[in-house]
């Protein structure tokens, strides 16, 4: 089932491109139906969740930007579709609550500078020095979320670390692996900090396209 086509996109809301069409497919793979209750973590414009939604899914989304939260909203008007879009920390507007399914699209470039941006667009993409600031709440937040059988979906860089995402949630008593990898081109913000990234050793010198990969866990 591909992605809902038109959405609306407030200015400085992530718009859907390679990693949400990327996750998108992993998503359409999950057995979702009425039964399911499904969270997605950084809805954005809600593409996911609209799609988790459209297949009979009872969906919570969440976004700390009030312009995705709007932007969400409307969409699922637009639709027709139930969509709970909640705005604010995931951890923190969803305590106590466990799912069946959650979908996470985090920011995960590596950024110059300590901590995650306040405001801006950039809170979409930026995520520390190494990509994780996000990816790492995710894993250690994830095992309290899902129900006994619950699976996490994830998309991040290749550049943050896959391994380092199965160890974390293996760790946290999960099941995980990279179920799929794909290459796409390099988009402006990696290309703005080229020389940062090869200064750090997370790209090679002229390297032109970033693997994504998908992360399946799943609380067993």
Known sequence: MP??????ALPGVYQPQA???????????????????AL???????????????????????DVS?????????????RRLPLNVLHGDFAARTAGRRFDLIVANP???????????????????DAGPDGRDVIDRICAS??????PGGVLLMVH??????????????GAGLTADVTARTSVPWGPVLRS????????GLAAEAEEREELVIIRAQYL
């Open 107 to 125: 920011p995960y470039v590596p950024a110059p500078g300590d901590g995650l941006p306040s405001r801006g667009p950039e809170r979409a993409w």
């Open 40 to 62: 997605e973590i950084g809805t954005g414009t809600g593409a996911l969740a609209l799609h988790a939604a459209s297949r009979g899914a009872r969906v919570t989304a969440v």
């Open 157 to 170: 860089s290749g550049m943050c670390g896959a391994g380092t995402t199965v160890d974390l949630l293996t």
């Open 3 to 8: 992605l809902p086509a038109g959405l609306l």
């Open 19 to 37: 990693d949400t069409r990327f996750l998108a497919e992993a998503l359409a793979l999950e057995e979702v139906d009425h039964r399911t209750d």
């Open 142 to 147: 994830a095992p309290a979320m899902l129900r």
């Open 66 to 78: 009030w312009r995705a939260v709007v932007t969400a909203r409307l969409n699922a008007l637009h």
């Open 193 to 200: 900090r080229r020389a940062w990234l090869e200064r750090r």
